[in-house]
C-alpha cells in the first residue's frame, strides 16, 4: 500500500491537475458525447498515465531513505489531501444537483461550477506545495524521467484537445 501510494504521489506531481470525471469502463469513456477520435486520444492520454505511473518504479527506483522521505512528507500532506477529496465528491454531486435542479445557466450552478474551479486551484497548489519537497529528495535521473514523462503526457493531452476542435 505504501509503494502504491508513493507511486500514485510521484504521478501526481509528473501531471498537471486535471478534473476528471468519474467513469466507469474506460471504453464507455465519452461514448455518446465526444467523437470517436477525441474519445481515443483520451484513452491514450489515460494508458500513457498508467504506463509511466506503472513503469516509473521498476525504471526509476528509491533508495529507502528516499522512500522514508517521501512518506514523511507525503503523511505530512494526508489531512489536507483527505480533505480535497471530500470536497471535491461534495462539490461533484451539488453540481450536478444544480444543473438537474436548474439548469446550466442558472445562478446556482454557476456558483456550484466556481466551487469546482475552486477546488481545481486548491488541488494544483496542494501539488505545486508537495513537488517542491519532494523534487530536492530526487535525483537528477529522477527528475528527468518524470519531466519526460510528463512532456509526453502533455503532449498527448495537447493533441487529445486539439481532436475535439
Not at 29 to 37: S, T, Y
Not at 83 to 89: I, N, S, Y
Not at 140 to 147: A, F, G, S, Y
Given at each position: 500500500m505504501?509503494?502504491?501510494?508513493?507511486?500514485?504521489?510521484l504521478a501526481a506531481l509528473s501531471l498537471p491537475a486535471l478534473a476528471l470525471p468519474k467513469i466507469g469502463a474506460m471504453r464507455d469513456?465519452?461514448?455518446?458525447?465526444?467523437?470517436?477520435?477525441t474519445r481515443e486520444s483520451v484513452r491514450?492520454?489515460?494508458r500513457t498515465a498508467a504506463r509511466h505511473l506503472l513503469n516509473f518504479r521498476k525504471e526509476t527506483p528509491l533508495s529507502d531513505e528516499q522512500r522514508q522521505q517521501l512518506k514523511t512528507v507525503l503523511e505530512t500532506h494526508r489531512p489536507e489531501t483527505r480533505?480535497?477529496?471530500?470536497?471535491?465528491?461534495e462539490a461533484r454531486k451539488a453540481y450536478a444537483a444544480a444543473v438537474k435542479a436548474h439548469g446550466p445557466?442558472?445562478?446556482?450552478?454557476?456558483?456550484?461550477?466556481?466551487?469546482?474551479?475552486?477546488?481545481?486551484?486548491?488541488?494544483?497548489?496542494?501539488?505545486?506545495?508537495?513537488?517542491?519537497?519532494?523534487?530536492?529528495?530526487?535525483t537528477?535521473?529522477?527528475?528527468?524521467?518524470?519531466?519526460t514523462a510528463r512532456a509526453e503526457i502533455e503532449t498527448l493531452v495537447d493533441e487529445a484537445m486539439s481532436a475535439a476542435h
Open positions: 505504501k509503494k502504491f501510494i508513493l507511486i500514485l504521489s469513456l465519452g461514448e455518446g458525447i465526444l467523437p470517436d477520435a491514450e492520454v489515460v480533505a480535497l477529496v471530500e470536497r471535491g465528491r445557466e442558472a445562478s446556482q450552478t454557476r456558483e456550484a461550477a466556481q466551487k469546482l474551479g475552486d477546488l481545481a486551484r486548491d488541488r494544483a497548489l496542494l501539488m505545486a506545495r508537495v513537488a517542491v519537497e519532494v523534487r530536492p529528495l530526487l537528477d535521473d529522477q527528475i528527468k524521467r518524470l519531466e
